[in-house]
């Protein structure tokens, strides 16, 4: 059963969340027996949200050896501002962004939503941008309607052929809620792969879990593709230095080429409701939670 983050926050709010599988339990998790591909590597990234100060979380994102940022656009004046004052720094520091397409109310123009993000392309390609094209369109509240993976294919095709076009190296498609398998195979029938370049997921479920997931979408997709975790993470109160570890182990087993903790700052994913949990490597007020020195020990090594 895939998990989406709301699930897994509802089962942990009610006190019944199953445990959670890492280095402490490894005996437990069943792992194939093949030793990472040294020649495909894991890149581990974090998210940042817009009250962020970027001069120092990009410090500090440097500081645990994390190489990408995951950044959501929002279609409106808020863009260019961030992007100037993010990309700059984020090279210098050898960090590399992920930028996620606008999530607007359907319909949408598709012409017009192409328009806006290969004119980013063209003005950022310096920075070689990786692009995620929406987040999570298989869930209703993300995709702002009652999620159609025909018409996300359509959206994915016009957006990645487009932006592939002007330049762009790295195309993904949105990081679906769970690693959802009947989203993927919609995906296929639709040939969306044929102008994109990876293929975004996430999971919020115990390890375990998520490495039989892995598995199976590993096995659909076609060669030259590979799973993208973009969001990935527990909260405080779960064990996050266990999770991440456990994760980070999958990923490096699997040789899955990206994780992407979900949030670099405690309570920067959401304001109220469930993405209020601290999710954060830091807390609120920048200062190192014992997941952040969890990360930097594992993915310095």
Request: aromatic letters at 8%.
């Amino acid at each position: 059963m895939n998990i989406s983050r709301s699930s897994a926050l509802r089962i942990l709010a009610a006190g019944m969340a199953a445990p959670l599988v890492g280095c402490s339990q490894a005996n437990t998790m069943v792992v194939p027996h093949v030793d990472p591909d040294p020649s495909k590597p894991t890149t581990f990234g974090v998210q940042m949200y817009p009250g962020d100060d970027v001069q120092t979380s990009l410090a500090l994102i440097a500081g645990c050896k994390a190489k990408l940022v995951r950044m959501a656009l929002t279609g409106n004046s808020d863009d260019p501002g961030r992007l100037a004052a993010l990309l700059p720094v984020a090279a210098a520091l050898g960090i590399r962004i992920v930028l996620v397409t606008a999530s607007p109310p359907q319909p949408v123009d598709i012409a017009q939503y192409t328009a806006y993000n290969v004119a980013i392309q063209q003005q950022y390609a310096q920075y070689a941008p990786i692009w995620e094209i929406w987040n999570e369109p298989n869930l209703a509240a993300a995709w702002r309607a009652t999620p159609n993976v025909d018409d996300y294919s359509h959206l994915a095709l016009a957006v990645g052929g487009a932006l592939r076009s002007a330049g762009a190296t790295d195309v993904w498609s949105g990081g679906t809620s769970g690693l959802d398998a009947g989203w993927l195979n919609g995906m296929l029938k639709n040939n969306v792969f044929s102008v994109l370049t990876g293929c975004g997921v996430h999971t919020y479920e115990p390890v375990g879990g998520a490495l039989d997931h892995y598995l199976q979408l590993q096995a659909m997709l076609p060669s030259g593709i590979r799973l993208q975790t973009t969001e990935t993470g527990v909260p405080t109160g779960a064990d996050e230095p266990d999770y991440l570890t456990g994760m980070w182990y999958v990923h490096r087993q699997l040789s899955l080429p990206t994780m992407i903790w979900v949030e670099f700052r405690d309570g920067t994913a959401g304001v109220s409701g469930p993405n209020s949990f601290s999710y954060g490597l830091v807390t609120s007020n920048y200062t190192p939670k014992l997941d952040y020195y969890t990360a930097r020990g594992l993915v310095g090594t």
